[in-house]
Antibody, heavy 121, light 106 residues
Framework: QVHLVQSGAEVKRPGASVKVSCKAS????????VAWVRQAPGQGLEWMGW????????NYPQKFQGRVSVTADTSRTTAFMELRTLRSDDTALYFC??????????????WGQGTLVTVSS | DIQMTQSPSSLSASVGDRVTITCRAS??????LNWYQQKPGKAPKLLIY???NLQSGVPSRFSGGGSGTDFTLTSSSLQPDDFATYYC?????????FGRGTKVDI
């Protein structure tokens, strides 16, 4: 069965960086993109980008370009999300998710458990 | 960016009720619409993809409909496990965007 297991909670100072990992198992890692979605306290869901572990291609929304990097280590079937220059409003629960598609329809069918990142001075 | 507007933002219902949630896109997204269920502190769970396709393992009381700009998610008979927040998400264009959620409680 498919599992995505994320690294533990982090506390960071404003201006620092954070790197969250997402270990995938139960499927062929290079056959599916891994996406990152975050949720600020009491707020909705926000897509941050994804990577194709097959070829390393990435896609980020303009809001996060230059501040977020998503990478993948195929030997460890693990994806990573690094967010730089942290601000207090980056405090959120960060999820990784597997991106699946049928034809041209894509969706997030399996999710990690979430990693809480707290940014505080 | 494509804006996804859900209504209502919250609703109160009882076990056994038929409940429908609406999601409207700011432009035509064909059937590139997915629905997720989320419980507090947990990851979202995929319910419906492609506007009307039931994800494997999801109870058949859930159904999705619509195309273009207007979509619905319906539970035909609300069960205790269905009290949660529901989000729509478009996969038509970048950036991928979600609705702000509809909280279903007792």
């Amino acid at each position: 069965q498919v599992h995505l297991v994320q690294s533990g909670a982090e506390v960071k100072r404003p201006g620092a960086s954070v790197k969250v990992s997402c270990k995938a198992s139960g499927y062929t890692f290079t056959s599916y993109s891994v996406a990152w979605v975050r949720q600020a306290p009491g707020q909705g869901l926000e897509w941050m980008g994804w990577i194709s572990p097959y070829n390393g291609n990435t896609n980020y929304p303009q809001k996060f370009q230059g501040r977020v990097s998503v990478t993948a280590d195929t030997s460890r079937t693990t994806a990573f999300m690094e967010l730089r220059t942290l601000r207090s409003d980056d405090t959120a629960l960060y999820f990784c998710a597997r991106r699946t598609w049928i034809g041209e329809i894509s969706y997030f069918d399996f999710w990690g458990q979430g990693t809480l990142v707290t940014v505080s001075s | 960016d494509i804006q996804m507007t859900q209504s209502p933002s919250s609703l109160s219902a009882s076990v056994g009720d038929r409940v429908t949630i609406t999601c409207r896109a700011s432009q035509n997204i064909s059937n590139y619409l997915n629905w997720y269920q989320q419980k507090p502190g947990k990851a979202p769970k995929l319910l419906i993809y492609g506007a009307s396709n039931l994800q494997s393992g999801v109870p058949s009381r859930f159904s999705g409909g619509g195309s273009g700009t207007d979509f619905t998610l319906t539970s035909s008979s609300l069960q205790p496990d269905d009290f949660a927040t529901y989000y729509c998400q478009q996969s038509y264009r970048y950036p991928r965007t979600f609705g702000r959620g509809t909280k279903v409680d007792i």
